[in-house]
């Protein structure tokens, strides 16, 4: 079975940009959520989504965006880029509210 | 605001030496998984608990959760090299797939 799936594996953007990320759940798991790790540290929460719904939101200012589309892949939008967004953008996915399996990641890079 | 903190941050180690990691966490939760993470890699799941004096093991790893002291830890027994990476436990408050991650314990095995 194909586990998560992110796209694109790296992404080199400038201050003041805007990029999407995206993430494809494990079949049959209607629960996406989304990471932040900054390097040397660990994950941060930013986002979860269920069944199309946000069921939470982390402490991340509002350039931070998401959504889930109704094949249950997600979304992840950042606007106006800064410096300290550079990191680690994980996506895991659930059947539902239980362990999460997390796919490769996304290296975002802030020039 | 949920704190999770793990020690030590850094642990260096023999081969065939025990030892153990600790994960403290500030609130009440009777879920708590714990990850691997090897260089430039994503997060592997290791172990899942999911009630008070939950036991796993696995290999040369085991880990324990006491709900009422809120801490888990995950012991090594003989270390050997392959379990050199960075170990993170993660709390889910019950609310949703919203893991709130330790700052992680780097291991290294040295020969």
């Known amino acids: 079975d194909a586990g998560v799936t992110q796209s694109p594996t790296h992404l080199i953007k400038t201050r003041g940009q805007h990029v999407t990320l995206r993430c494809s759940p494990i079949?049959?798991?209607?629960?996406v959520s989304w990471y932040q790790q900054v390097l040397g540290q660990g994950p941060q929460f930013i986002f979860q989504?269920?069944?199309?719904?946000?069921?939470g939101r982390g402490n991340f200012p509002d350039r931070f965006s998401a959504r889930q589309f109704p094949n249950y892949s997600s979304e992840l939008n950042v606007n106006a880029l800064l410096l300290g967004d550079s990191a680690l953008y994980l996506c895991?996915?659930?059947?539902?509210?239980?362990?999460?399996?997390f796919g490769p990641g996304t290296r975002l890079t802030v020039t | 605001e949920l704190k999770v903190e793990q020690n030590p941050l850094f642990l260096s180690m023999q081969e065939g030496k025990n030892y153990t990691i600790y994960c403290n966490y500030s609130?009440?939760?009777?879920?708590l998984y714990w990850y691997r993470q090897d260089p430039g890699k994503s997060l592997e799941s290791l172990f899942v608990?999911?009630?008070?004096?939950a036991v796993k093991q696995e290999g040369r790893l085991m880990a324990s959760l006491d709900t009422k002291a809120r801490l888990s830890t995950l012991h090594i027994t003989a270390a050997v090299h392959d379990l050199s990476a960075t170990y993170f436990c993660?709390?889910?408050?019950?609310?949703?797939?919203?893991?709130?991650f330790g700052t992680g314990t780097s291991l290294t095995v040295i020969p």
């Open positions: 895991a996915s659930s059947p539902r509210f239980s362990e999460q399996y």
């Open positions: 079949s049959g798991h209607k629960s």
């Open positions: 989504y269920y069944e199309k719904e946000e069921r």
């Open positions: 609130t009440t939760s009777d879920r």
């Open positions: 608990l999911l009630s008070n004096g």
């Open positions: 993660a709390v889910d408050l019950g609310t949703g797939n919203q893991f709130y």
